[in-house]
């Protein structure tokens, strides 16, 4: 397979992208990711301590880590060949004096858009301080506290090296409850070079009331700045699924839309309930669900996946400290990782190439195509919540006019010859997060 080249013309439209990995040749210390073979997998704010600790993690597919412990051997690190990114320097509590060339970018802030809230009053960092982040806390939609998010993100924006991009992570405050223009806000800013959501729809009961997760899941008003956020209902069934990790990476690619600023957009998915006192979800989802949420992430455009497996504890005392760590302790969620993470980078290449617009005409199923450097077509599909349904189905799908003339499509998972009649196939899903990927060579 040839290098990633320039979307060739089959006669459809290239859905608006950031460039691929190209994009990441301006950051001196990111040029890993400019490597069109490479596609980034790491855990978020994961304690490493040991050569044991890295052997387990990249045994488990991981590449990198996305923030570390205070006291991880960044050397070592670097020895491994994994990537970091740390905190921006002189806030917070953390500090690093061993940084090197591991370090490829800084995370300005988790969840400022929670925390604290959209607009440009004034902050200081020695307000009340997150014990994890260093960030201050104020409550959203609280009018007794300043909202002071685009201030903070500039304060510490202004810090970054000019070798490192910049990320912060967002939740479902900016991607389902802010207007459009309040949401597009956050990205329009241009705080952030490449930016994730954590939205967790298999270990979050939230996600499936109306006013947090409904107008996300079903795409409804996207364009609007003033609605009933309330008027949104889903069912368990359409918030418990795959399908809905890809819906936020497709809603951050719209707000870079509108907000005029092209970014990559990383996917983000939990193994682990999010928060300490959740009795209602399992603590951690499946290890076809995790696989079919990444899949959706990559579906949707996602470069780069973030992936929560530690889930953040107070102790008595007031200490916070990390419990869980499925992919080291939990081995059906490592060996599912490891499993999905050896075809992203088989197909590596491909997923890091443009995505067309072309639906398949099927509107129960999110798909995706992309094309190899040798015109060869993959096709990547899931059903979607328009299902309602946790169980499987099948689908026909059509080809574009470009593989006019095609006699089969190869399912790759499991080499299997799909007959195509007519311009189109039809194939079975076996549960919501299914995914089947498929290539086509042109006749």
Not at 230 to 258: F, I, K, M, P
Not at 357 to 371: I, Q, Y
Request: with cysteine; charged share 20%.
């Amino acid at each position: 397979m040839s290098p990633t080249a320039p979307a060739l013309d089959i006669g459809l439209p290239v859905i608006p992208w950031h460039g691929g990995p190209d994009y990441f040749k301006q950051f001196p210390a990111a040029l890993a990711w400019a490597d069109p073979k490479f596609f980034p997998i790491g855990a978020f704010w994961r304690k490493v301590n040991s050569q044991a600790d890295i052997d387990a993690d990249k045994a488990a597919g991981l590449n990198g880590y996305f923030c570390t412990s205070d006291d991880a051997p960044l050397q070592l690190i670097k020895r491994n060949g994994m990537f970091v990114t740390n905190p921006v320097r002189g806030f917070g509590s953390h500090v690093f004096t061993n940084e090197g060339a591991e370090t490829i970018a800084r995370f300005l802030g988790d969840e400022p858009d929670w925390k604290l809230g959209p607009g440009s009053d004034g902050w200081s960092v020695g307000r009340v301080l997150d014990p994890k982040m260093g960030f201050c806390v104020a409550p959203f939609a609280d009018p007794r506290h300043p909202q002071c998010g685009y201030t903070a993100l500039s304060a510490y924006k202004a810090k970054v090296e000019p070798a490192m991009f910049a990320h912060w992570n967002g939740t479902r405050h900016m991607i389902a409850l802010h207007g459009k223009d309040s949401a597009a806000a956050w990205i329009k800013g241009k705080w952030a070079d490449w930016i994730t959501a954590d939205c967790e729809f298999y270990c979050d009961p939230t996600l499936r009331r109306p006013q947090t997760g409904g107008r996300l899941i079903l795409g409804q008003h996207w364009n609007d700045n003033n609605f009933d956020p309330n008027t949104y209902t889903v069912s368990e069934e359409q918030a418990r699924r795959a399908s809905n990790y890809g819906r936020v990476v497709e809603r951050l690619h719209y707000l870079c839309e509108v907000a005029g600023v092209r970014i990559p957009v990383g996917g983000y998915v939990e193994v682990v309930r999010n928060w300490q006192d959740n009795t209602e979800y399992p603590v951690e989802i499946t290890g076809p669900q995790f696989q079919g949420a990444i899949w959706s992430c990559i579906i949707n455009g996602a470069y780069g996946l973030i992936i929560q497996d530690s889930l953040w504890l107070q102790h008595p005392g007031g200490k916070w400290g990390q419990a869980h760590r499925q992919l080291r302790s939990n081995a059906a969620i490592a060996g599912a990782l490891k499993q999905i993470a050896t075809k992203i980078n088989a197909l590596a290449l491909v997923i890091n190439s443009p995505r067309y617009a072309w639906d398949f005409s099927e509107p129960m199923l999110d798909t995706r195509l992309s094309l190899d450097g040798e015109g060869r077509g993959y096709i990547w599909a899931q059903q979607n919540h328009l299902t309602n349904s946790l169980g499987g189905g099948t689908y026909q799908m059509t080809l574009p006019d470009y593989f006019k003339g095609a006699t089969e499509v190869e399912a790759l998972d499991d080499n299997r010859a799909i007959p195509v009649s007519r311009g189109k196939f039809a194939d079975s899903f076996a549960a919501e997060h299914s995914t089947n990927i498929y290539r086509v060579v042109r006749a």
